[in-house]
Every structure is written in C-alpha cells, then in structure tokens.
T-cell receptor
Framework: AQRVTQPEKLLSVFKGAPVELKCNYS??????LFWYVQYSRQRLQLLLR??SRESIKGFTADLNKGETSFHLKKPFAQEEDSAMYYC???????????FGPGTSLSVIP | NAGVTQTPKFRVLKTGQSMTLLCAQD?????MYWYRQDPGMGLRLIHY???????AKGEVPDGYNVSRLKKQNFLLGLESAAPSQTSVYFC??????????FGDGTRLSIL
C-alpha cells in the first residue's frame, strides 16, 4: 500500500541555517514524488516534483529509492520559508496522489 | 483569474442532512481531486477524476459521492452527514497527474 510519512510535525531553524524536511514513502512500484507548501493565509501550492529535477525558491529534493526518501533541502533558510510543507506520492499505476501529514517549518529571525 | 473556486466556504449541518460541495475550475484541466484535511493527518484523498464523466475512489471514499458531468465542475456530495465528516475540504485540479491548483477550502461542521 502507498504511504507517506513525515516524521517531524514541527521544525524550527534559524535564519541562514540549512533546512532539511524529511519525507519517507512506502510503495513497491515506481513512484512519483511531490512537495507542496502552504504559506499562512494562502492556498496550498505545488512546490516541486522529482521528475522535473528543479530548484524552486532555493529548495531541492532528491529521490533516493534505496532509502525510499524524498527529503526537501535548502542551504540557507529565509523567514519567508516559514510555512506548512507536505510531501506527496503518486503511484505510476494509478492516478491518485496521497499526502503525508505535513511538517510546519518555522524560521527564527 | 479565478483558478479553482469552491462553494460554499463555510457550512454547518446537522447529522443526517445532505449537501453538495461544488468545485469549479476555469483552466480546462482534466484532473480534479477532492481532499479532506484534518489536524495531524494532512490531506486525505476522497475521490478524484481523470476527465469528464469519470470518477475514482481515493483513500477515504466512504460516505461521499462525486460527479463530473462537466469538465469544469467536480461535485462532492454527502448523502447523510455524520460528525466524523467535520473537516476542511479542498478541491484541486491539474493538467496532468499531481494536483497543481487548489481552492481556498470549505470548512464543514456537522453537529
């Protein structure tokens, strides 16, 4: 069965410090992974997807199939990065996309 | 530039009542999704659609029905509301798999 876990409910870092938001998944096939972000009083939005291999707002994420992880990283956190972050998984056999429970990131000035 | 519009934004129901949540998108997207968001549980997929006239079950479909008669609209129905369905409901759409544009959400309370 598909499952996404995000072990940290809350994560606090100082401005300028590196950030890593953890995401692990369980799926026996070939997954497609996403990161979504919800800033305060804004709509949930797609941040990046692993197939694009892109960097958005300084964030990157690498799919590690051996560790079944898709951690989100940024070398230098900014105050505007404070938000709720969700990892999501889509199985390539089906079109449904399921989300993890989310991690609330707080960047301390 | 409306994007994804959900109506209503808030609603209070009594147990056993029925209602329909409407999601409309103006981007000609094929894929549409309904999620519910509960504290500590993230977003859970209720139903989704890969095109007009098609629907499929997600993770938590029980107690809900959906219809996609028109490409731009995706309706979520509660036939007999239960307190366990108190939640915030989000609709999303995308041109390919992976929800891309979300609505503002509908806050639903069942008493």
């Amino acid at each position: 069965a598909q499952r996404v876990t995000q072990p940290e409910k809350l994560l606090s870092v100082f401005k300028g410090a590196p950030v890593e938001l953890k995401c692990n998944y369980s799926y026996s096939g070939s997954p497609e992974l996403f990161w979504y972000v919800q800033y305060s009083r804004q709509r949930l939005q797609l941040l990046l997807r692993h197939i694009s291999r892109e960097s958005i707002k300084g964030f990157t994420a690498d799919l590690n199939k051996g560790e079944t992880s898709f951690h989100l990283k940024k070398p230098f956190a900014q105050e505007e990065d404070s938000a709720m972050y969700y990892c999501a998984l889509r199985s390539t056999s089906y079109d449904k996309v399921i989300f993890g429970p989310g991690t609330s990131l707080s960047v301390i000035p | 530039n409306a994007g994804v519009t959900q109506t209503p934004k808030f609603r209070v129901l009594k147990t056993g009542q029925s209602m329909t949540l409407l999601c409309a998108q103006d981007m000609n997207h094929e894929y549409m999704y309904w999620y519910r968001q509960d504290p500590g549980m993230g977003l859970r997929l209720i139903h989704y659609s890969v095109g007009e006239g098609t629907t499929a079950k997600g993770e938590v479909p029980d107690g809900y029905n959906v219809s996609r008669l028109k490409k731009q609209n995706f309706l979520l129905g509660l036939e007999s509301a239960a307190p366990s369905q108190t939640s915030v409901y989000f609709c999303a759409s995308s041109y390919s798999v992976g929800p891309q544009h979300f609505g503002d959400g509908t806050r639903l309370s069942i008493l």
